[in-house]
């Protein structure tokens, strides 16, 4: 009788720990299908996604306008999310964020989207349209800056500024 119940008590523990293991893989498994879906839904965004910089205006002081081309497939909802950073190569010039702001003069490290072309869907930058990004850096001295504008997926496109000078 007592070696029947620790079989039983034996084979208890074993079912209990199976079923223990089993549920644990399963919910484990079950998580990580849900990152491996999501992580491939932006991958796929990402790759969809495209920004090119054209027409380049500045005027040899710290104000740019640049006019971004979404030349991808996918749409960017916002401006506010898309950031626009100023590097410089060399001198004592910060590396900066610029801050958006949606509309009104620029203070010094601010940028704006002045114009969207394109009527499909307002305040929208769809595929195909420009955006016109007015900013004003902040520099210690003159110098030339890189301009990085990127998009909330990461995509980033840039575009050198010679001879800009700090504000006056």
């Keep these: 009788m007592a070696s029947t119940l ?9 079912l209990t720990t199976s079923l223990l293991t089993f549920r644990s893989t399963l919910f484990g498994d079950v998580a990580v299908s ?4 999501d992580a491939n839904k932006v991958m796929g965004e990402n790759a969809r996604t495209g920004i090119k910089i054209g027409n380049v205006d ?13 030349d991808g497939s ?8 898309m950031d626009v ?10 590396a ?9 003069p620029l203070a010094v490290g601010e940028w704006t989207d002045t114009a969207l072309t394109g009527s499909f869907e307002p305040g929208i930058f769809n595929p195909g349209e420009m955006l016109t990004v007015d900013g004003k850096a902040l520099l210690t001295e003159p110098g030339t800056a890189t301009v990085t504008v990127g998009t909330p997926q990461g995509v980033t496109d840039s575009v050198d500024l010679v001879d800009m000078a700090p504000c006056v």
């Design 58 to 70: 500045q005027d040899n002081t710290c104000w740019f306008s640049l006019e971004v081309e979404n």
């Design 85 to 94: 950073i100023v590097q410089f190569a060399s001198g004592n010039n910060a």
């Design 34 to 37: 849900g990152a491996t879906r």
């Design 96 to 104: 900066q964020r610029l801050t958006y702001v949606p509309s009104g």
């Design 74 to 81: 996918t749409r960017v909802l916002d401006a506010v999310d």
């Design 6 to 14: 620790a079989g039983l008590l034996i084979l208890a523990m074993f």
